[in-house]
């Protein structure tokens, strides 16, 4: 979709399936990606990772990072910023330091940080692993998008899709979000758009000020995703903003701002002016 | 806004403060309003009325109609309805039996019932005022949009005003709502942008299939006020339409579809195709 399968399958970290690489913002990110079996990043990764201030200078986790797309593009895009990702399947944290020694990473690879932990893991053994409290200015999630139907899936098969919402929902992943965040930082979270009464809801225990934008696939169609933005202990009112338009009314083509966003990395500030509260926006 | 007002007050319904009369829909509805002390009806009212399919046959009712601006509308717009006004101000329905006395109101007045009852009365006392169960096949709702501060207002003063949620917020509302609604018909309400999760939490107990459209003052300006139409007993998705908006970048016209709905009793659907699953309408 965003990404744009550069090379043939290079060797990979031993042991691990067939991966492909991905770049994203025109080649200044390359991913390393399981070639199937799990999700592949894509135009939702790229905006969230759109969704920071590029004037940033703290510290961003990306948590559930898969194979680190959303986590690479804002280490590209902010340049004073570090970045962790948390991610539970060693295979795919094998997959981000796999790319993060590509020669299209150099440039921020040495502000990245990889951290092997599960977002519902005690908060101790998070700490443990180096995603504990008060870590996070700025929490990037991306997660899975479709709640686990019954109980016919074996554990192990459920984990391995990061397609599929564990039992409780969103709910452990915002509880997770305001874990690592320090008071007044804020998460920015890319969901289904049908999902939106639920992530409300679970975000109205421990945030404010949420910020909702309709992502919509053309002008007149329903969104089929929201990006929310929302403070830790805030008390300010929600805003429902303009909508981000991804293609025309016919055609395959992004729209001009979104395909400044995926190819050129700039921000969604600068293509929908009310997001992040209106203020104007460098790139 | 919406209403122009065009004749200066005429003798008002007895003891009843000063009233003007003012026109909607280019002159099809004539509503009689308090002249000061009351929420005066307008826009939000005009929508409210064109987000119902012109088509249908069923019953329409108004909760909390205020003098009946919204379901004057949807009477004028909707021909082969039925429609009840439950106001618990017997000064507004002094006001709006006397608008239904007016000639431009001819062409709807014998199909519009007046009822005086509190929408937070318990059921049986609704029952005998003549807003019982399995009433409607459609309800309107446009609730106060400003919760009540702290409890420095007396009762009286709180009641008077329309513009004050009572405590429990929307859910008396909702509650409401789908107490008079068949199984399966709809309640479409129109609310601050910022209730949303408000909104959403209180409809998600009693219906389903939410569609949830912004209204935005300008294209490039979060929503100020939401229309949200859901279905009693639905267990369908949430949409998350594209926004409706009222104004261009600069001035003070409306949009050309808005300006439709404001003066020739268009309907919504017909002007964002979204609307109500998104089936084409005749205005």
Redesign the interface.
Known sequence: MSGATEAAPPPSAAGSPAVTVDAFLGGKVEAVQPAAGHHRSGLEAVLLAASLDSRISGTVVDLGAGAGVAGFCAAARCKRARVVLVEREPGLIACAREALARPANAAFADRVRLVTADIEAPQAERERAGAGRDLADHVLLNPPFYERAGGTRSPAKARASAHVLAAGGLDPWLRAAASVLKFGGDVTVIFR?????DL??AA?RRFGG?E?M?V?PR?????HR?LVRAVKGSRA???????LVLHGEDGSAFTPGVEAMLREGRGLASV???WHG?RARPS
Chains 1, 2 share one sequence.
């Open positions: 758009a049908d999902g939106l009464a409300l809801a109205a949420a909702v309709p919509l002008p007149e169609q329903p969104a929201i009112a929600l805003k429902l903003l303009p909508p929908n002016r009310a209106g």
